[in-house]
């Protein structure tokens, strides 16, 4: 993700925003298993890009939400599909039996 200038976790909190939708700065600390304060911070930058704001909460004016940006949806998708073409072919290199034990590896750790 660094040629993107964020850091991995940056490009989690995007595609978790992408998929669920505005989530409390609470919700995506316990999602990724990380402080409150680590997941302002992360989110500062991405807010200084123009990819996520913060909204506040009409019935509890407490409460924060971060928001995915349409430009946060369109780069978020970009890197998706950039990822994913990665993981294609790196899997498309890998022989019948290298996909195997890559399988096996995946189940357990599942």
Do not use: W
């Not at 991995?8 to 609470?26: A, D, H, M, N």
């Not at 995915?68 to 890998?94: A, C, M, N, P, Y």
């Amino acid at each position: 993700m660094n040629s993107h200038n964020i850091s991995e976790t940056q490009f989690v909190i995007l595609c978790t925003l992408s998929r669920t939708g505005p989530q409390k700065i609470s919700e995506l600390a316990e999602h990724l298993n990380i402080t409150l304060s680590a997941v302002t911070s992360l989110s500062e930058k991405l807010i200084g890009l123009g990819y996520v704001i913060r909204k506040r909460s009409n019935e509890d004016r407490r409460i924060v939400h971060l928001v995915l940006t349409q430009e946060g949806e369109k780069f978020s998708d970009i890197l998706l599909t950039q990822r994913r073409t990665v993981i294609r072919d790196f899997h498309k290199s890998l022989t019948d039996k290298e996909r195997e034990l890559l399988t096996q590896i995946y189940k357990k750790m599942i």
